[in-house]
C-alpha cells in the first residue's frame, strides 16, 4: 500500500523558518519525483515544487511565489523527501501536501497533509 | 504560468443527473489535462489523466475528453458519494497549475 506521511508542521512566526518532512512508503521512491502542494484555507490547489529523480540529477524547480525562500531535498536511503522554508510569510499559511509525480507532472499520490500557520 | 479557468464555480444537481465541468487552457496544452476529486478535510485525488483516460478503480461514470484549451468532465449519473470539489491541472509548462476549484453539491 502506497503511503505518504506529512510532518513538521505547526506555527512559526513570519520571518521564521521551518522545515516539513514527506515519509514515503509502498513504492519505488528513488525513481519518482516528488512535489509540494498548498491549500490555505477555503481556497485552491497551489504547487509550491519538486524534486526530480537521481537519473534526473535531482533537478527542482519553485513557485514564483516561494522561490529564494524554500528548498526541496530527499534522502532516498530514507525515501523521504523535505521542504525547507525560510522567511516565512503570513500567505505562506496552508495546508501543505506532499505528492508522488509520474511521467512528467501528474500527481497519483498524496499525503494527508500538515498545516502550517504563519502568525505573530 | 498557464491559467486554468474552470466553469461553473459551484454546481447544484440531483442524484442520477448527468454533471459537466469545462476547463479552459489559456493556451495549447494539447492533452496534458488531469482532473482530480477533493472531498472536505482530505487530500486531492487523481480521476482522469491525460485528459481523456480512468485512473485505475475511478467508477466508469466519470470520463474527460479535450484537447488542446478547451477540456469537459463528466459525470454521468450523480452519486451522494460524488460531492466534493473537482480541479483540473495542466502539466504542459512549469509550473503545473491548476483551475479555481468547482464545488458540487447534491440539490
Known amino acids: 500500500e502506497v503511503q505518504l506521511v506529512e510532518s513538521g508542521g505547526g506555527l512559526v512566526q513570519p520571518g521564521g523558518s521551518l522545515k516539513l518532512s514527506c515519509a514515503a512508503s509502498?513504492?519505488?521512491?528513488?525513481?519518482?519525483?516528488m512535489h509540494w502542494v498548498r491549500q490555505a484555507s477555503g481556497k485552491g490547489l497551489e504547487w509550491v515544487g519538486r524534486i526530480r529523480s537521481k537519473a534526473n540529477s535531482y533537478a527542482t524547480a519553485y513557485a514564483a511565489s516561494v522561490k529564494g525562500r524554500f528548498t526541496i531535498s530527499r534522502d532516498d536511503s530514507k525515501n523521504t523527501a523535505y521542504l525547507q522554508m525560510n522567511s516565512l510569510k503570513t500567505e505562506d499559511t496552508a495546508v501543505y501536501y506532499c505528492?508522488?509525480?509520474?511521467?512528467?507532472?501528474?500527481?497519483?499520490?498524496w499525503g494527508q497533509g500538515t498545516l502550517v500557520t504563519v502568525s505573530s | 504560468d498557464i491559467q486554468m479557468t474552470q466553469s461553473p464555480s459551484s454546481l447544484s444537481a440531483s442524484v442520477g443527473d448527468r454533471v459537466t465541468i469545462t476547463c479552459q487552457a489559456s493556451q495549447d496544452i494539447s492533452n496534458y489535462l488531469n482532473w482530480y476529486q477533493q472531498k472536505p478535510g482530505k487530500a486531492p485525488k487523481l480521476l482522469i489523466y491525460?485528459?481523456?483516460n480512468l485512473e485505475t478503480g475511478v467508477p466508469s461514470r466519470f470520463s474527460g475528453s479535450g484537447s488542446g484549451t478547451d477540456f469537459t468532465f463528466t459525470i454521468s449519473s450523480l452519486q451522494p458519494e460524488d460531492i466534493a470539489t473537482y480541479y483540473c491541472?495542466?502539466?504542459?509548462?512549469?509550473?503545473?497549475?491548476f483551475g479555481q476549484g468547482t464545488k458540487l453539491e447534491i440539490k
Open positions: 491541472q495542466q502539466y504542459d509548462n512549469l509550473p503545473p497549475t
Open positions: 505528492t508522488r509525480a509520474y511521467g512528467d507532472d501528474t500527481f497519483d499520490y
Open positions: 509502498g513504492f519505488t521512491f528513488s525513481g519518482s519525483a
Open positions: 491525460d485528459a481523456s
